[in-house]
C-alpha cells in the first residue's frame, strides 16, 4: 500500500520532493499559503551545486528542464574592496559545477512536472494536533482541514509543524540584508554594471558589505549586509523609501559611487531581511508519522547552500520513502540519520563564510577562502 504524503509548504524543497514521490508512483499533497504561483516574486538567482542540487533534479527527472534555464556565465565571481579596485577577478569557467538560474524559473519547472492538483493553494496552516498512531490533523484560516498518514514540514523558516518535533526557534544572528534591485543595468547605470561584472560580485568590509548579482535580464540584484542590532534596523521606517534609502546609504560614506549607486539608484524599495538561525546541531527525537526539510529542519546564514539542501532533502527523503513503502518510521529515520550530520557540516560551513565577509580583515579573508 502507497504511503499518502502531505507536505506543508510548496518551496523548492517541498516541491522537489513531491515530483520524486511522483516519479515513484506515490500519491502526496503539497498544502501552499500562497494563493498561486505568481502571487510574489520568488527571490533571485541560485548556484545549483552538483553534488546536492543537481542531484536532487537528477533524481526528481529534471536535468534536461534544469539545463534550459541556465544563466550563462552566471558563475562569474570578482571581489572589490570598497574604492572599488577590484581584488579578485574569476570568469565563468563553464564546467557547470555551480551553474545560476532564477529560483522562480527552478520552481516553476517543479511545479510543471507534478500532476494537477498537487499543490493546493492558498492552504495556510493554523494548527496541526496529533490524532495518535503518527496520523496528524491540520486546519488552515480557510476553516478546512484534512488529516495525514505521514506530515513533513517544508515550510520554512517559521514553520508551523516545527513545535511537534522541537522547541527551538529561529534566533537573529545579528546581521541583516537590505534587497535592491537595478533594471535595465547596463543602459542606465552602467558604471555599477561594470562594477558588478558578469556574474557574482562582493565588496566586503569590516562589519558591512555589499553584494550583487546579474540576472538575466540585464538585472542587478543587490544584497547590503550590515552587522547591526534588531533594534537598529526595526528603528527604519523601510516604507519611506527615500529616507531608508538615504539612512542605509549613509553607512556606506566614502565608499565607491559605482558600488553605493546600488544603494541610492535602487528602483524598488530596499527590503530589510533579518539573518535568523536555527542551532547548527539541531535535531529531534523521532516522533511518529512526521519529519521537517530544509529552512525547517536546518535554517542557517546564506551561504549559496540553502535552496541546495532543501531539494537534496526532498529527494533524499522520497527516495526513503520509495525504499520503505509500508514502514513509514524506517523511511523517516533512514532519512534523518543521514540529514542530521549533513545539515551541522554545512550549517558550521555557513557561519563561517558569513564571519570570513564580515570580520575585521574583509575583503582579504573571503578572497583566502575563494582562492582555498
Not at 579596485?85 to 512536472?113: A, F, M, T, Y
Not at 493546493?120 to 496541526?128: A, I, N, P, S
Not at 553584494?211 to 540584484?221: D, K, P, V, Y
Request: hydrophobic fraction near 40%; charged fraction near 25%; proline fraction near 6%.
Amino acid at each position: 500500500m502507497t504511503t499518502p504524503v502531505t507536505i506543508i509548504g510548496a518551496g523548492l524543497g517541498g516541491l522537489t520532493l513531491a515530483r520524486v514521490l511522483h516519479v515513484h508512483g506515490i500519491p502526496a499533497t503539497v498544502y501552499e499559503a500562497e494563493p498561486s504561483a505568481e502571487a510574489r516574486t520568488q527571490g533571485g538567482q541560485l548556484d545549483i551545486h552538483d553534488y546536492n542540487g543537481q542531484l536532487a533534479l537528477e533524481a526528481a527527472g529534471l536535468t534536461e528542464e534544469f539545463r534550459a534555464i541556465i544563466h550563462e556565465g552566471g558563475e562569474a565571481t570578482r571581489v572589490l574592496d570598497q574604492h572599488g579596485k577590484v581584488l579578485l577577478d574569476e570568469p565563468d569557467d563553464g564546467n557547470g559545477g555551480r551553474p545560476e538560474v532564477l529560483r522562480g524559473d527552478l520552481r516553476r519547472i517543479l511545479i510543471d512536472s507534478l500532476p494537477a492538483g498537487t499543490v493546493q493553494w492558498g492552504k495556510k496552516l493554523t494548527g496541526v494536533s496529533a490524532l495518535g498512531d503518527g496520523r496528524h490533523e491540520l486546519e488552515f484560516t480557510d476553516g478546512s482541514s484534512v488529516s495525514s498518514e505521514l506530515l513533513v514540514g517544508a515550510d520554512g523558516a517559521w514553520s508551523r509543524v516545527r513545535p511537534l518535533l522541537s522547541d527551538a526557534e529561529p534566533e537573529y544572528v545579528g546581521t541583516t540584508f537590505i534587497e535592491t534591485y537595478l533594471y535595465d543595468a547596463d543602459e542606465r547605470h552602467s558604471a555599477a554594471a561594470e562594477a558588478v561584472g558578469d556574474g557574482g560580485m562582493f565588496a566586503p568590509a569590516p562589519s558591512k558589505g555589499i553584494s550583487a548579482h546579474r540576472e538575466a535580464g540585464n538585472i542587478l540584484h543587490t544584497y547590503v549586509q550590515l552587522n547591526c542590532p534588531a533594534e537598529w534596523i526595526s528603528g527604519i521606517d523601510f516604507t519611506d523609501v527615500t529616507a531608508a534609502t538615504a539612512r542605509v546609504a549613509a553607512e556606506f560614506d566614502g565608499w565607491a559611487p559605482e558600488l553605493t549607486a546600488l544603494i541610492t539608484d535602487g528602483e524598488t524599495a530596499p527590503v530589510p531581511r533579518a539573518i535568523h538561525t536555527l542551532p547548527t546541531r539541531h535535531r529531534w527525537d523521532r516522533v511518529p508519522g512526521v519529519t521537517l526539510l530544509g529552512d525547517a529542519a536546518h535554517l542557517m546564514p546564506p551561504s549559496g547552500e540553502g535552496a541546495n539542501l532543501a531539494m537534496f532533502d526532498g529527494a533524499e527523503l522520497g527516495k526513503a520513502i520509495a525504499a520503505h513503502p509500508d514502514d513509514i518510521e524506517a523511511a523517516l529515520a533512514t532519512y534523518e540519520e543521514a540529514m542530521f550530520p549533513r545539515s551541522e557540516s554545512e550549517a558550521e560551513d555557513a557561519r563561517l563564510l558569513m564571519a570570513l565577509c564580515l570580520d575585521d580583515r574583509a575583503p582579504h579573508s573571503l578572497i583566502d577562502f575563494l582562492t582555498g
